[in-house]
């Protein structure tokens, strides 16, 4: 039997910086939740936003497509903004697609 490991986020100040970290799998069924949580981190945040996938087991293109408007979001809210890929599927879907520039 195959076991998932749940879908989770956990949001910390590191310094003055707000570090989201993932687990699990980002798919359409998970992106509401995350992009629920960046927007209310990038609105109420001062200072610098990483969003850190290195502990995501899969994504998929609604993932990707998360992570071009939470870039977005941030140019708009003036707010520093990067992402950690780490390496595995996640960093591959990056490289594969050309959207390697989003990434740390």
């Known amino acids: 039997m195959l ?7 956990e949001a910390k100040q590191v310094g003055k910086t707000t570090l989201v970290q993932v687990h699990g ?5 998970t992106v509401p ?4 949580q960046m927007d209310t981190v990038l609105r109420d945040g001062g200072g610098p936003v990483v969003l850190d996938l290195r502990e995501l087991e899969f994504m998929d293109v609604s993932g990707l497509r998360l992570a071009v408007r939470l870039e977005a979001r941030a140019q708009l809210h003036g ?3 990067s992402m950690l890929e780490g390496d595995g599927q996640v960093a591959r879907v ?3 697609t050309g959207m390697r520039r989003f990434v740390s």
């Not at 076991?3 to 986020?9: Q, S």
């Not at 799998?25 to 069924?29: A, G, R, T, V």
């Open 33 to 36: 939740s995350l992009e629920g």
């Open 3 to 9: 076991w998932i490991e749940p879908f989770t986020t």
């Open 25 to 29: 799998e980002l798919d359409c069924s």
């Open 94 to 96: 990056f490289e594969l």
């Open 79 to 81: 707010q520093p903004f």
